[in-house]
């Protein structure tokens, strides 16, 4: 099989590994995890060098974990821990699991996270660049060991079980605890090799995360940082797989158990309309003349959508064209009488430059939460903080911003009946 940067290490070299960093002693460690001494040596020395640099310091009086063993060490930990979990959820017998942890190999492992990825064992050959044998035996091996189907024939080829789906995404939290843990090592040794990916939902794509991502880069330019877009369902499983490390934008009101939710600042909505619209005039408007209006919505399931339905919802006349895209929706404002309700950030440029207005509206304050959302297990890496760090004091001026412009920014109130020109802001350098 294809050896990726994230695959996992052989495990039972680093089940050997962990049980020395816990014990503390080479003798004891062979003893709990049935090797010789000699055997558990080797296994230290070969995970030693799979992750470019020292976890344990070695002498006379025994084995001690270096300082980056310690905190790598943790990590290694959790990677061992979700493989057990994840045999427990494909069905191994909890009797078994200690035993089984130690009997799988990282190609077995390595072998149903690709299938599962893939939808197939054919379609994982192609994707990885090796053959259906390759992938089918591992796979065969490791069904004996745990007495479980891990793959089924179907009418459209082999396929993968649930059982296999729960698996595969245990090996991916592994995968994902063993790369920061390597990451750790080598910012240890001065070498930045870590790698960052953000789920950003559309208000954070626009305003938050470019920001963010420049000042990070000068000061980490070898960290690798890839920004995901998306449907929010689509970045959350993202982020339970371990194949994105946190999601920022609007919070939502329920959340699966294995992820958290932290407030960044409030995001200020507003009714926005082309700068010419009969109701851009600056004064309040009934909620009369808004329910005669036409809207743009955005998509089902969507925080600000659910705010739209409570506010507007029933009382619109026709059905609101439902638009995720922001330059589309921005198209068809310009283009038409029709409304939205939108976060004053995403179109401060066109309010600014005269081109769409805010209407003033009877609801009062209205705004939704931008925060962080990640897994409730996942812990940063040392350069990670910073990129949190830094995400953070962007978000603090973002939501100054929106203080400043709350009731007193001429651009809230723009319009092309005699509101006095708003001056540009001068972009901030990073």
Known sequence: MKKTSSALPNIRHLTAAIAVLQQRSISAAARSVHLTQPAVTQAMNALEQSMGGRLFDRSAQGVRPTETGQRTGLRLERALEQISIGLAEAGAASAQRAALARSVTA????????????????????????????????????????GIH??????????????????????????????????EMAAAGGEEKGATVIGAMPLARSVIVPATVLAFAQQFPRHRVEVLD??????????????ADWL???????????????????DPL???????????????????????????????????????DELIGMAAPTEPIECNSLMAARSILVASDRLMLSSTHQVRHELNAGV???????????????????????????????????????????????????????????????????PRVKKREK
């Not at 698996?167 to 390597?182: F, G, I, P, T």
């Open 107 to 146: 190609t077995q492992l390595r072998a149903v996270s690709e299938v599962v990825a893939a939808g197939g064992i054919g379609a994982a050959a192609r994707t990885v660049g090796t053959t259906r044998a390759t992938l089918h035996r591992p796979l065969r091996q490791l069904e004996a060991l745990l």
């Open 150 to 183: 891990l793959v089924e024939a179907t009418s459209h080829g082999i396929r993968p079980t649930r059982a296999a789906g729960r698996l595969a995404r245990r090996v991916r939290l592994a995968e994902s605890e063993w790369q920061q843990a390597c990451a």
């Open 356 to 422: 769409l207005a805010v209407v003033h509206h009877p609801f009062g304050r209205l705004t939704r939460t931008i925060g962080i959302t990640r897994r409730r297990d996942w812990e940063p890496t040392l350069t990670q903080r910073v990129m949190l760090d830094l995400l953070v004091l962007e978000s603090r001026r973002v939501a100054q911003e929106s203080l400043d412009a709350d009731g007193s920014n001429p651009s809230l109130a723009r319009n092309s009946r005699g509101a006095r020109p708003v």
């Open 230 to 243: 998306g449907p929010y369902e689509s970045m959350l499983e993202a982020l339970r797989d371990g194949r």
């Open 270 to 308: 507003a009714i926005i309309a082309r700068a010419q619209h009969p109701l851009a005039t600056g004064q309040k408007i009934s909620l009369t003349a808004l329910s005669g209006q036409s809207w743009i919505a955005p998509r089902r399931g969507s925080p600000l959508r659910r705010r739209f």
């Open 248 to 266: 920022i934008g609007a919070l939502r009101d329920v959340v699966t158990a294995d992820v958290v939710q932290e407030a960044l600042f409030d």
